[in-house]
């Protein structure tokens, strides 16, 4: 007997079932035609409709109505040809972007963007009002939020979103800040194709250990191929490819092309063409399940037949199966190497594409799921193993902030780079830098900083009793190893001696979004200074090096440099020495050349008079 009583439909959850389980995280795809909500409920992902709507998704589109009214989704779409000013889509084209991202594709918009400062992220203008595209999304995610609570009743505080494979930091962060403005908790940003593996059961299993896929995800308006390889239950993107304006909507407009012709219509009222293009969407959707369509615009039929369509439309398959090539390629695999492939996106509902993707591959293709659901059943079983309902399933993430330790001089050396993937191990060696030195201080930090202090300390420790030897002789081996909950272990050891030293931090996560994105941004205003400050601590470092072994030279063969000698050699120490207080890198790198220009004939003759020395001995012995 079922323990619960639950609604087979995604309807209200019984209040029993509420408090079997862990917190409901749920999984969002913010998609750029569609969007929409899934949950794990019962052990099963589902999408959630609303209850207004037997319809799970949610077009991506914003009406701004009078008064500042906001609408999202269908209510919205219907503007799309009434009110085109007032009523935007595809925002996603523009998370992340600056304004020079988007100045090319800009005439593809039918709304304004406008651009304050090139450098600057873009903004879209409403009537007299700005809206950043993390706001407009924002309002996307609001609706879905409200959408989703409406339905199950309880509220929602915590997400994973899903974004494509390729989107680097800035629209990651985007679209993060976009959840938090929806008063979400953006818990993970999970990659789309990682999500449709997740939603088809690919990497939850151990027997998944070593496979590659191939996610073909052809959207509304855009198109995207990635290969993944699933290793010690990560998900690595082993290469993306694809075309940001190639999707359903250029099929679309095959039709209406096609009608165009055929019919010799007249599109130049905005009103009527809009008609004819929701048509001719209405047309390639039923051409998916039969062979001829008929519809008709105030009384005029329009017809088209679906092997005409295939014939139309085919050149626009095979650019995608070109990127597939280019996918494989990037990712030096052979199609043979593909042990899935998966399907993703409304338009692989198209027969056409299905079969001309299945004869790539030279495979059959998974493509049991709703295609336009894929990717959020996935971020919903991300969001369950998140909610601590699938014990034995591996979290899979990266390093938010580079970690490293400080070395001579205070900088950063980075020894597991930002967005590695965890749980990962990274080993690297070091030595001292003066004689003797027994005891040697770890100091970790977070962040992307050339210079310690303006990254975050993390803890330190010292490896003691190094048994004294000159400086660049011992063997320290610094070892990371940063495990799937977040955890970095620092182990040092000095491998002539044998002695050890290890800490473990546990609050590597213990920063806040904010922070995180801070220190970012501070990092890319400062790429430049932080250039040049590692380049005078490099210099000084260098020189310091140089300083010593002059010293000790001038001490070593006190006995046969002349007295001029050795007066030249300390003063241009003594030069080099008070230009390394200053805090000009070009000062400091001339001396070192002035006294290694004076020093190198000098260490000639000491070689020399070392290897006689050494011959001499052998004959006395
Ligand atoms: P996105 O990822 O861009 O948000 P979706 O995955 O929701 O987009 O796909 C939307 C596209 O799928 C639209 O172009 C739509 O016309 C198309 N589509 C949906 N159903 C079908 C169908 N049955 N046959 C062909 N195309 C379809
Ligand atoms: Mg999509």
Same mark, same amino acid.
């Given at each position: ?32 035609? &569609? ?33 500042? #009214? ?55 203008? %409403? ?30 505080? #915590? ?98 092309? =096609? ?16 008609? %004819? ?30 092997? =005409? ?25 052979? #199609? ?16 056409? %594409? ?38 034995? %399933? ?114 590597? =996560? ?34 310091? &090096? ?5 010293? #000790? ?16 050699? &300390? ?51």
């Amino acid at each position: 007997m079922a323990k619960f009583s639950i609604d087979l439909k995604a309807g209200n959850l019984k209040e029993e079932e509420k408090s079997s389980r862990g917190e409901l995280i749920v999984g969002i795809d913010l998609g750029t035609t &569609n969007s929409l909500v899934a949950i794990v409920r019962d052990g099963k992902s589902v999408a959630v409709t609303g209850p207004d709507s037997k319809n799970v998704l949610v077009p991506s589109v914003l009406h701004f109505g009078p008064q500042g #009214k906001i609408t999202v989704g269908d209510d919205a779409k219907q503007y799309l040809s009434s009110d085109p000013a007032n009523t935007l889509y595809s925002v996603k084209r523009l998370m992340g972007k600056s304004y020079q991202d988007v100045s090319e594709i800009e005439e593809r918009f039918g709304y304004e963007i406008i651009d304050e400062d090139e450098d600057k992220l873009v903004k879209v203008r %409403v009537k007299d009002k700005f809206y950043t595209p993390i706001e407009l999304s924002g309002h996307i995610l609001r609706a879905l939020k409200q959408r989703i609570e409406a339905e199950l009743g309880e509220p929602i505080q #915590k997400a994973v979103i899903t974004v494509p494979a390729y989107f680097n930091d800035a629209q990651r962060q985007a679209t993060r800040d976009a959840g938090k403005l929806a008063g979400l908790d953006v818990l993970r940003i999970l990659n789309e194709p990682t999500a449709s593996s997740l939603a088809y059961g690919i990497g939850l299993k151990d027997e998944d250990e070593g496979q590659t896929i191939a996610v073909y995800d052809l959207g509304g308006g855009t198109f995207d191929i990635s290969i993944l390889r699933i290793e010690q239950g990560i998900f690595e993107v082993l290469s993306t490819n694809g075309d940001t304006f190639l999707g359903g909507d250029d099929f679309d407009q095959a039709i209406v092309d =096609y009608w165009t012709k055929r019919y010799d219509l007249d599109l130049s009222n905005p009103v009527f063409r809009a008609r %004819v293009r929701l048509l001719a969407e209405e047309a390639k959707k039923e051409l998916s399940n039969q062979d001829h369509f008929v519809g008709n615009i105030d009384g005029l039929a329009l017809e088209i037949e679906h092997g =005409y369509f295939v014939s139309q439309t085919k050149s626009l398959v095979q650019r995608t199966l070109d990127s597939c090539q280019r996918a494989l390629s990037d990712a030096e695999l052979s #199609k043979n190497d593909i042990d899935h492939v998966i399907m993703v996106g409304g338009s692989t509902r198209m027969p056409i %594409v299905k079969k001309a993707v299945g004869e790539f591959f030279g495979q059959t293709v998974n493509d049991s799921l709703d295609p336009d659901q894929v990717v959020a059943l996935g971020a919903a079983i991300q969001a369950d193993v998140l909610a601590g309902n699938q014990q034995d %399933v591996l979290l899979l993430d990266i390093t938010p902030l580079s970690l490293g330790i400080e070395t001579v001089g205070g900088l950063m050396d980075v020894i597991i780079p930002r967005n590695n993937k965890v749980p990962t191990r990274v080993g690297r060696k070091y030595t001292t830098s003066v004689d003797g030195q027994k005891n040697l201080k770890v100091a970790v930090f977070q962040g992307e900083r050339d210079m310690v202090a303006d990254n975050r300390k993390l803890g330190e420790f010292v490896l003691r009793d190094i048994p004294p030897m000159p400086a660049g002789i011992p063997q320290i081996e610094i070892q990371f190893y940063l495990d799937a909950d977040g955890i970095l272990r620092v182990k040092a050891s000095e491998n002539r001696s044998g002695t050890e030293q290890s800490i473990t931090i546990k609050s590597q =996560y213990g920063i806040s979004e904010e922070e995180m994105a801070l220190m970012l941004i501070d990092s890319l205003n400062h790429a430049e200074q932080d250039l040049a400050g590692r380049a005078l601590v490099e210099a000084r470092n260098e020189a310091n &090096n140089v300083l010593l072994s002059t010293r #000790k030279f001038i001490k070593n063969n006190e006995s046969w440099l002349s007295n001029e000698q050795s007066i030249a050699l &300390n003063q241009l120490a003594d030069n080099l020495e008070k230009s390394v207080k200053g805090g000009d890198k070009d000062a400091i790198n001339s001396r070192v050349q002035e006294l290694n220009i004076y020093s190198e004939p000098l260490a000639h003759e000491a070689l020399d008079r070392n290897i006689a020395v050494a011959m001499k001995g052998k004959v006395i012995e």
